[in-house]
């Protein structure tokens, strides 16, 4: 299998999996698999369509959950922390990166970075971009562009930029 045939499948497969949890309620499981405790409602705008939800854990459980909202007045990336237990650490907010498939990453202390995966109507061109957060959901300086691409050829679809962090709060 060549390069571009595996990203294809990977690409189709990372869709797959977005789809299917999009239409999966939250819930915290334990390491066996057991639920914590109940299922929980992330996006607190009825009636809005809640694509592309992506979840990490920091070192003690506590969860951050982000998502792309659409089909309402406010559409956008939206974030929400929850402890370890589900409970809500705040409420949810809008990040300033573009629309598009977000992806979230957590360090042992709690800190994150979402990415966005979106393409520009207006330049024609994907780009990929970050924003960091302290643990608390405060911004950690400014929106990163991370990579702005022509794509030449078959369309693809706008799929997560995966990301990865450390214990440190490295992240790629």
Do not use: C, H
């Amino acid at each position: 299998m060549n390069a571009y045939t595996l990203s294809k499948v990977l690409g189709r497969a990372l869709a797959i999996v977005a789809l299917t949890a999009a239409f999966t309620p939250a819930a915290s499981y334990a390491a066996a698999g057991d639920p914590l405790g109940p299922d929980f409602r992330v996006d607190s705008a009825a009636g809005t369509g809640v694509m592309a939800p992506s979840v990490a854990r920091d070192g003690i459980g506590d969860i951050v959950v982000v998502w792309e909202r659409s089909g309402s007045a406010n559409p956008g990336i939206y974030a929400r922390l929850y402890g370890a237990d589900g409970t809500p650490k705040g409420a949810e907010f809008k990040t300033p990166l573009a629309d598009g498939y977000p992806a979230v990453a957590m360090d042992v202390a709690g800190d994150f970075v979402v990415t966005t995966s979106s393409y520009d109507t207006v330049g024609k061109k994907y780009r990929i971009q970050a924003q960091r957060y302290a643990a608390s959901g405060l911004s950690r300086g400014s929106v990163i562009d991370v990579a702005t691409y022509l794509k030449l050829g078959e369309f693809i679809a706008n799929i997560p930029a995966p990301v990865a962090m450390d214990a440190d709060g490295n992240f790629t």
